[in-house]
């Protein structure tokens, strides 16, 4: 049997006037800032107006380490919110934004599926209100300034061997990955190396995520360190005037989305950090309003749980001062088999003793998540292919692990494929019993803050680090950066660095690359293997077919 496809599915949605959702939390139409029918800004004057309310329950999705497909975390987000309103309660989510390169490339879209979507699909998936244009904007600003500060008699003595602050755009393209800019005589600057990378993967997007107001953006936007003079200290994007303006171009992106679910059901979208190189979370302003509107918050965290999890823990919640009350652990049969050693071309034929050997990593996710002291349930994302005796293998070993597994069908069947789980999650956030606490202490020096992620997430053995790396956390230390949480960027699809070591390696090395310090977004990133910053197309991209039909409209976006 044909089923539809995701946009087609979209396009049949009934979709209620933006101001009727806002109605919903309790948002005057006049705070909300529309973006034609479907979609609207909320207004930075209604966010301040509710910061002394309460805040409601928030439940994070996260997943095992995924297939290159996904494993349906934004379809099981959607699908949860949906099942909570379902089941009477008042609930909302809270997901990124997508990135225009992945939805041309290979992963698609970022609005869910089947019937678990946030619609508009197609505005979502493409320009929707603009804040990704605005952080391309804000951040290529900033590259332009550096330069012309440079090209007017450089000031800062900024070495031009050390500007560190590369160009965006928000496009998969490697043939821009490193680049030589100001080529064709003296008049056009000095040349130099230089290079860009995704929208996602800048700064200025992870600060945007986790900035609490357009002040303390200011602030963080000022503290980015672009350069360094010869004698080694960093030059700010303070020191080069552009924090202010870079501002004004990101006021308006700093106002939450609001759109609906297929059901009707408020959702906030804004932001989409890269999972690696930053937290890979939607924005904070986002959450911590739909906190204080909603009694459930529903959202999510990029790539598998021991990256999006662990930073969703260690950088968003403690900057925040959030604390989660359960996690969803969402796991497809599909990806138990590809951790059980079954080929990807061989992932549709049942096999019960792959699913049993996956399982390992399923039990390695859910030890880890308990460890912040956050109860955990599993969601079993159902595919049409999954057989009685894989999801039944499944449930017994997530029973033999404490926790509870739940089938969830609401890619075909909306809310009422998820109502048991939604039922389950709600006794858990009311029952009081999760009692969070981030993996380690902001008083632990840095290197130390990485060797407890390796052993006690990754379950590795040693930290592979030469002694330029060691140096450099101890003059970050120095600089009084050392309070500051790490963010490890690594694969996704394995807890090793090496992403064909599936299940659950244990007696493994992490080596460090390189590190990096965000100084703005708050974070010191540790490199681990090799980490693509400017995606490249597949050799069939996803763009090839997408098209308008004769009635106008947009086909081939998933």
Sequence with gaps: MAHKTDIEIAREADKRPIQQIGERLGIPSEHLLPYGHDKAKVSQDFIDSVQDRPQGKLILVTAINPTPAGEGKTTTTVGLGDGLNAIGKNAAICIREASLGPNFGMKGGAAGGGYAQIVPMEDMNLHFTGDFHAITSAHNLLSAMIDNHIYWGNEQEIDVRRVVWRRVMDMNDRALRQVVTSLGGVANGFPAENGFDITVASEVMAILCLAKDLKDLERRLGDMIVAYRRDKSPVFARDIKADGAMTVLLKDAMQPNLVQTLENNPAFVHGGPFANIAHGCNSVIATTTALRLADYVVTEAGFGADLGAEKFMDIKCRKAGLSPACVVLVATVRAMKMNGGVAKDDLGTENVAAVKSGCANLGRHIENLKTFGVPVVVAINHFAGDTDAEIAQVQEFVTSQGSEAFVCKHWAQGSAGIEPLATRVAEIADSGRANFAPLYGDDMSLFDKIDTIARRIYRADEILADQKVRDQLREWEAQGY?????????????????????????????????????????????????????????????????????????????
Excluded: W
């Design 482 to 558: 050392g309070n500051l949480p790490v963010c490890m960027a690594k694969t996704q699809y394995s807890f090793t660095t090496d992403p064909s070591r599936r299940g659950a390696p244990t007696g493994h090395s992490v080596p460090i690359r390189e590190v990096r310090l965000s100084a703005g977004a708050g974070f010191v990133v540790v490199i681990c293997g090799e980490i693509m910053t400017m995606p490249g197309l597949p050799r069939r991209p996803s763009a090839e077919a997408i098209r308008l039909n004769e009635a106008g409209q947009i086909e081939g976006l998933f």
